[in-house]
């Protein structure tokens, strides 16, 4: 999450500490690999934000969260369903 704060400026009346805590709630249960996926869409611009600008909110890190928990389990999901083979008849 440090890397978010590195990549976005703060507004002066933004409360670091405040700001990290709310994160930290909203992801308290997610999975490690959701946080980091959806981080990395935050930074690379890919993410559904207000103003890229700035830092998203706990609420919209949480948002991305689910989508990506959502995505891998898809995928998941997917890569588990035995391929389709091909007979030629």
Do not use: T, W
Request: contains cysteine.
């Amino acid at each position: 999450m440090a890397a978010m704060f590195s990549c976005f400026p703060q507004s002066a009346l933004a409360d670091a500490e405040m700001q990290l805590r709310g994160y930290l709630a909203a992801v308290q249960e997610a999975e490690l690999a959701d946080v980091q996926a959806a981080i990395q869409r935050f930074i690379r611009g890919e993410a559904k934000v207000d103003n890229a600008q700035f830092c998203p909110s706990s609420a919209q890190l949480s948002i991305e969260v689910r989508e990506r928990r959502l995505m891998r389990e898809l995928m998941a999901k997917r890569g588990a369903q035995s391929p389709v083979k091909l007979v030629k008849g």
